[in-house]
């Protein structure tokens, strides 16, 4: 069943010549894990403004074609509307919190939802488990490091119960550790508890073993869309910015050296024994 | 004698503990070094010691023969080069060519002077069509450029770049990565504070690892990398590569230099062996 | 400076004063902070000021306000000279002594009441949310603004400008530090409010508090004997003409 249909979208923003996003159209699958890569200024970031509605509503701008979201044109229905469904994580930590404890953070989406205060209660204790930060509860978020700041912006938006998470650049300004941390609980909430995820990154080392489909942008156009062993087998990534795993690059040069590798390694795992093999 | 000398230095923020908790460490003129660790480790709080922004509270900080409490910020300043992290934080004019004029202000050049050294740091920079434009405009790894710039006008022996490549993509990276290569080039000490495991690797042999306010390992990257309680301590990821050859426990191979390229000559010249 | 800044933080303290709801609180120190700006009668500024130390230590706020009020002592001499000058030696002093209560007093408040508490407090006297969310959002990035000064100033000093020089070169030298200021809260403005959206914020009219305060018996107590004794001191004004 198809949760997100991007058809023909093309976007411009408010006061600019070049437009971000030119006839980009996607389909997204329920359950699916997509990630959503390319150079900066591809249009990622605005792809997932458009996703939410913040595109137009917030922005602004010229904006044709349409974005269906569980069911939802984002031009008829308010972000805030469309939020109660679809979960967004920002970039930068820091400046996505609201509240000055961990506990009160998680409660604000439940509370503009006008839940009732017990069911606020069990979604907070569901989120701060979920995302194993419960010794954070009472914590200002402030005193916690950029990995924990993260964590607890990706509880705030769990306690809503989304059907579909949409994550922009999540990991770009933590710490490595906890990257990997954050990567690995989002593929483990993707595939025991069926929720659609959408996420935006430069660093691909542990996500490419994760997501299930590869959309890579090139200056406001798809480039290509597929799974990660048919898209990560072409020369040209390197080329428009794409990050690469070194050891994709590794396997791929080594292909290209006439060495027999059936399927790209994925995982450093994967790369041990396919090297031990040779 | 090394350019920048720090010895037993202590250091608490006046609402956090101890900071810094006993650090020694000695650069050289024209070294090419990556301080590494998570957040709160410390690393900022070490690097701004060495341009007087933070004076030790206990402990010494020489540099060029200078105690720094005896020397003002902006004196070190014009030696010792401070790129902070964020971009916005520095760049206080309003347009590009403006922004390299005010790190020139102090100095005592000609105006022709000034206006030739200007001119030659954009065209290093590759930034020298933004000239005239507000750095608003420009995207965050071409405002990281003229942040490098600006204070690479004031010509400074000694470079501390601060996580400069959050956030950037990988032509960005790459040219950030030519332009650090060419300054070290250039006889300047680069002081890389990053926890990118591979941009560090890519481009220093020696690595600092700290963790909690302490120096847990200072050494060159081979040796660093080996001990995984130094590594994993300061919360960092090794790189893929050197990862996948533990792994694969190749016997004599280089692994100082985890790049694609030599890896893989080091794969085929065993498979070779192998066959051989 | 940070010293000043420190003295308005929430401390992370479960003292009895700490405990208490903030509404009741509120009503203390507004009564408190009426009387200090209000009476000049020495006698009961003493007793004023002596009534607020069982609360500075029972609320732990004893190192805090003491910090505070020691960074602020030039600020202090200097006010006390303009009111010394304008009011001579007795009144100078006493209008100096008002200030320092008034601010202590609303020290005391923020040290002993958690923001979020703050907030959840006033939308229960009925102020509508948004307005106490900026409030409180504001009082929030008051700290996070002044380091944020800090490390522009550090980036300023940093380009080789010696900022000590003469007073012309530092006025100069902070509106050029404004621009960075403005620019980066601005786009922390931005973002804040694309969360807010991502939350849900206005998703309908009427939304619930998580947070509930409730009164107890103290506070109650807290808020009659500050009602009665300010309306009493008041009155004295009023029989003495």
Redesign the interface.
Request: proline share 4%.
């Given at each position: 069943m198809s949760v997100l249909s991007i058809e023909d979208l093309t976007y411009t923003y408010p006061n600019t010549q070049a437009c971000a996003l030119d006839n980009v159209s996607l389909n997204i699958e329920e359950g699916e894990f997509v990630l959503i890569t390319g150079a900066t200024g591809a249009g990622k970031t605005t792809l997932c403004r458009c996703m939410?509605g913040?595109i137009p509503h917030?922005f602004g701008g010229e904006m044709s074609g349409n974005v269906v979201i569980l069911g939802n044109n984002t031009l008829d229905t308010?972000?805030?509307?469309l939020?109660?469904k679809v979960?967004?994580?920002?970039q930068?930590p820091e400046?996505?919190?609201?509240?000055?404890?961990v506990?009160?953070e998680l409660?604000?989406?439940?509370?503009?939802?006008?839940?009732?205060?017990d069911e606020?209660?069990k979604r907070?204790d569901e989120a701060l488990n979920l995302v194993k930060i419960n010794e954070l509860r009472d914590r200002s978020p402030?005193e916690l490091s950029s990995g924990q700041q993260q964590k607890v912006a990706i509880a705030?938006?769990l306690a809503?119960r989304p059907e579909i998470l949409i994550l922009d650049e999540p990991t770009s300004m933590i710490n490595p550790k906890s990257a990997v941390e954050i990567i690995e609980f989002l593929n483990a909430l993707n595939k025991e508890e069926g929720v659609t995820t959408i996420i935006t990154e430069h660093r691909l080392d542990s996500l490419v073993a994760f997501v299930d489909k590869i959309v890579i942008l090139d200056r406001g156009t798809i480039w290509e869309t597929g799974s990660p062993q048919e898209i990560l087998s072409s020369d040209e990534l390197l080329g428009i910015g794409i990050s690469v795993p070194r050891i994709v690059q590794l396997a791929n040069h080594m292909r290209k050296a006439g060495y027999k590798i059936e399927s790209l390694p994925l995982t450093i795992e994967e790369a041990a024994s396919i090297f031990r093999r040779l | 004698m090394p350019y920048i000398s720090v010895s037993d230095l202590h250091f608490s923020y006046?609402?956090y503990t101890h900071a810094l908790q006993g650090v020694d460490l000695d650069i050289d003129l024209g070294e090419f070094i990556a301080i590494m660790g998570e957040n709160g480790a410390g690393k900022t709080t070490l690097v701004?010691h060495f341009?007087g922004?933070l004076k030790p509270q206990t402990g010494n900080v020489i540099v060029d023969g200078a105690d720094t409490r005896k020397v003002?910020?902006?004196?070190l300043?014009?030696n010792v080069?401070?790129v902070?992290q964020?971009p916005?934080?520095?760049?206080?004019?309003e347009t590009v060519g403006k922004e390299l004029e005010?790190?020139l202000?102090?100095?005592n050049f000609s105006d022709q002077e000034k206006k030739d050294r200007i001119d030659e740091v954009l065209i290093a920079l590759g930034i020298e069509r933004f000239r005239d434009r507000h750095p608003?405009m420009l995207s965050e790894g071409e405002r990281k450029s003229v942040a490098i710039a600006?204070?690479l006008v004031?010509d400074p022996k000694v470079l501390i770049v601060d996580e400069p490549t959050l956030a950037l993509d990988l032509l960005e990276k790459k040219r950030l990565s030519n332009v650090l290569t060419r300054l070290h080039g250039e006889g300047r000490s680069i002081i890389l504070v990053t926890h990118d495991v591979d941009f560090a690797f890519d481009h220093s042999e020696r690595i600092v690892t700290m963790s909690r306010g302490k120096i847990l390992a200072d050494g060159p990257k081979e040796d660093v990398v080996n001990d995984n309680t130094l590594f994993d301590k300061a919360g960092l990821v090794e790189p893929q590569l050197f990862q996948l050859l533990k792994h694969f426990e190749l016997s004599g191979v280089h692994t100082s230099d985890f790049s694609v390229k030599s890896v893989f000559q080091d794969i085929v010249k065993h498979t070779k062996k192998g066959e051989g | 400076m940070?010293?000043i800044l420190?003295a308005f933080q929430?401390t992370r303290e479960d003292t009895p004063i700490h405990r208490l709801d903030p509404r009741s609180k509120m009503v203390w120190s507004l009564c408190v902070f009426i009387i200090s700006i209000i009476i000049w009668d020495p006698f009961i500024l003493t007793a004023l000021t002596i009534s607020l130390f069982p609360f500075i230590i029972i609320g732990k706020a004893t190192s805090r306000l003491s910090k505070a009020l020691k960074s602020m002592i030039p600020y202090i001499l200097l006010l006390g000279a303009l009111e010394i000058i304008y009011y001579g030696w007795f009144y100078g002093i006493i209008a100096t002594a008002k200030f320092v209560l008034a601010t202590s007093v609303f020290s005391l408040f923020f040290v002993t009441t958690?923001?979020?508490d703050l907030g959840v407090a006033l939308n229960s006297l009925g102020i509508p949310f948004e307005f106490t969310f900026v409030l409180?959002?504001s009082a929030?990035y008051i700290p996070?603004l002044f380091w944020?000064t800090q490390?522009?100033i550090?980036?300023?000093?940093?380009?080789?400008?010696?900022?000590?020089r003469s007073w012309w070169l530092k006025i100069r030298s902070y509106a050029?530090?404004l621009?960075?200021l403005i620019?980066?809260t601005t786009?922390?403005a931005f973002?804040?409010?694309?969360?807010?959206?991502?939350?849900?914020?206005?998703?309908?009219r009427?939304?619930?508090?998580?947070?509930?305060l409730t009164m107890k018996t103290t506070d109650y107590l807290l808020m009659v004997v500050s009602v009665i004794l300010t309306v009493g001191v008041l009155s004295t004004l009023y029989l003495a003409h």
């Open positions: 939410l913040l917030f308010q972000p805030s509307r939020a109660a979960g967004m994580v920002f930068n400046d996505q919190l609201i509240a000055m404890s506990e009160e409660a604000f989406g439940p509370e503009n939802l006008g839940l009732p205060r606020i209660d907070i402030y705030a938006i809503m | 006046p609402n701004k341009n922004l003002t910020v902006a004196q300043s014009k080069g401070y902070f964020n916005l934080y520095q760049l206080f004019s005010l790190g202000r102090s100095m608003l600006s204070v004031m | 940070s010293g420190q929430w958690h923001l979020d409180v959002s929030k996070i944020e490390d522009i550090d980036a300023y000093k940093a380009r080789g400008i010696e900022l000590e050029t530090m621009v960075p620019i980066v786009r922390r973002r804040l409010a694309e969360a807010m959206e991502a939350r849900a914020f206005g998703y309908q009427k939304r619930t508090t998580y947070k509930q």
